[in-house]
């Protein structure tokens, strides 16, 4: 194994990556970027430049193509590892991130007869217009109890497969019925480089609603509307792929895209935060992998099958072999903290930092940092996009209490940090409270370099907190389940084992940060349940308001 290599790629919200591994040591030998020329579709289709509904999100197959063009030879020119020496290739994908395709793969939007039309285009999983569908889902499930609704915590999120396909159903009946396979994008990836459609275990178990080897039935599908009753059989059931199996070979075309040999081993798919759990060593109960970026998934692997309200599922083997693998879900971190700065940070900030030498976040964190606990008089609940855990409700929205005409912009900074914070406590707690323990918290992510959110996380939660040993953690994840398929380990457990990196322990919590948290966190928590649990659901008639005014000014336009 000393001279064969692994490539992993990551395909996440605004990029994708690929790293080159060394398959004996998990030595990263080089990796590349490549950004989406599109990014995210949130404001105008770009082949017509129609308006957007609020909360859509969409992305172009070709921008993921894109990055297997680029960004693969050019982490293998940098690495400076002949080609021939490696012998797989391994994909990851943020989900539920879902496309339409005719029955060969190709994505509806790549034909022109589709072009104009929104819903022929992937939906991001940060798409969150099908809350209703969602919201429909789930008190059906509830009425008629059916068994699998408790494997997701008694709720189906918006951003999951079923939610988005019956959102295509109901709003573009004739996409819907030239949708010969409803694809999501981490087994479409696999595809188009071995020629070979499966449905990876992963994604099939918690976002498609796949438990103990079966869907959702016809008989509930059909009460949700009679032109559903065949979703699973006509466009979604397909054979599962188990994770670190091979899918197959590297097609020739593909060969010529990435410059890798033909006939190297694909790995089935696998979702970004799931596929890192192994990169970051956390593959034993209790450990919590906290992926954070824009958003932070939580996944966690477990010896005990337990039903935990609000959770985003649980399923057998999902991250691991032979452990229960459960997630759950905060829908925007990063992504409030841009939001923060892009739009409410006076220009005097930017100079102070420009004059410092140092990026806006660092210079509001040195400015947070410098406050005691609780010195802001602020506290924010982190639902800018939407509550995945454990709401799971993307029609709430974010709130800021105890702002004064003496409130500055790291005041709010950190607020906001806090908040996402507060987030992450209320999922552990969620999980503990009906007995599936959660002792470490191991992170990986971009969030990782800010090592005052990192210790305030400790603080606030109460755990040590270890970190990746890698800043490219889904990619090399993908890499190390390469492995595996190419078969240079013998399992998932064993190229953790070799390849992963973790440091244990970096972050622990300060008892007396802790305990003035503690007194926030009950704040949070009355505010939670105030907003979000019926006690006023102003948040949801607010949302009600700005959708009925979009749609007037559409009509207008």
């Known amino acids: 194994m000393r001279n064969a290599y692994v490539v992993g790629v990551d395909f996440g919200t605004l990029s994708g990556r690929a790293v080159v591994v060394r398959v004996a040591d998990g030595a990263e030998l080089a990796s590349a970027v490549h950004p989406y020329e599109h990014a995210v579709v949130e404001d105008r289709l770009p082949a017509t430049g129609e308006k957007l509904p609020p909360d859509w999100a969409l992305q172009m197959p070709q921008d993921w193509l894109a990055v297997l ?62 809350q209703p569908h969602a919201d429909r889902i789930n008190a059906l499930a509830a009425e008629r109890g059916e068994t699998w609704l408790a494997r997701y915590g008694g709720r189906i999120s918006s951003e999951w497969e079923f939610a ?15 949708t010969q396979r409803w694809v999501e994008a981490a087994d479409w990836i696999v595809w188009q480089l071995c020629g070979r459609y499966l449905r990876n275990a992963c994604t099939a178990g918690y976002k498609g609603i796949y438990q103990d080897g079966a869907y959702p039935t016809p008989e509930y599908l059909a009460a949700l509307n009679p032109g559903f009753a065949s979703f699973v059989t006509d466009k979604l059931e397909h054979e599962i792929g188990q994770l670190g199996a091979l899918a197959g070979g590297l097609t020739a075309e593909a060969a010529a895209w990435t410059g890798l040999p033909e006939g190297i081993a694909v790995c089935v798919g696998n979702v970004d935060a799931h596929v890192t759990a192994p990169a970051a060593q956390a593959t034993q109960p209790g450990q919590m992998l906290m992926v954070m970026g824009t958003s932070t998934c939580h996944v966690l692997n477990s010896d005990t099958l337990g039903e935990v309200p609000g959770m985003c599922g649980v399923v057998d083997g999902g991250i691991v072999p032979g452990l229960y693998g459960y997630e759950a879900g905060q829908s925007g971190v990063g992504d409030i903290f841009a939001w923060h700065v892009d739009n409410f940070v006076p220009p005097s900030y930017l100079d102070a930092a420009a004059a410092a030498g140092v990026g806006i976040h660092d210079h509001l964190t040195a400015l947070a940092a410098a406050q005691e606990v609780g010195e802001h008089g602020l506290v924010a609940l982190d639902w800018h996009g939407g509550n995945r855990s454990v709401l799971v409700d993307h ?8 702002a004064t005409l003496a409130t500055r912009a790291e005041d709010v900074y950190r607020a ?22 959660v002792a470490e918290l191991v992170v990986a992510g971009g969030l990782l370099r800010n090592a005052f959110l990192m210790q305030m996380y400790a603080d606030v ?20 389940h390469a492995a595996v398929a190419a078969g240079a380990h013998p399992d998932v457990h064993a190229a953790a084992a070799a390849m992963g990196k973790v440091e244990r322990a970096v972050y622990v919590p300060d008892e007396k940060r802790a305990t003035a948290y503690d007194a926030l966190y009950e704040e949070y928590r009355l505010l939670h349940d105030h907003f979000g649990r019926g006690g006023n659901d102003v948040l949801h008639r607010l949302r009600d308001i700005r959708r009925t005014a979009a749609t007037g000014s559409k009509e207008d336009a």
């Open 164 to 178: 988005k396909a019956l959102q295509v159903l109901e709003e573009d009946p004739a996409v819907y019925a030239a």
């Open 416 to 437: 906001l940090l806090e908040a996402t914070a507060f987030g992450t406590r209320t999922i552990v707690e969620a999980f503990e409270s009906n007995g599936v323990a």
């Open 395 to 402: 029609e709430l929205s974010g709130v800021l209490v105890g």
């Open 69 to 130: 063009r680029t960004a693969v030879p050019a982490a293998v020119a940098a690495s400076g590892v002949d080609p021939a020496d490696v012998i797989g290739i391994g994909t990851d994908f943020t989900a539920c991130t879902v496309l339409p395709t005719t029955v060969d793969g190709t994505p509806l939007c790549a034909l022109e007869a589709w072009q104009d039309r929104p819903h022929a285009y992937p939906k991001l999983w940060k798409h969150h217009s099908a």
């Open 461 to 480: 939660c109460r755990r040590p907190l270890s970190v990746i040993g890698s800043e490219q953690g889904p990619a090399l994840g993908s890499a190390i």
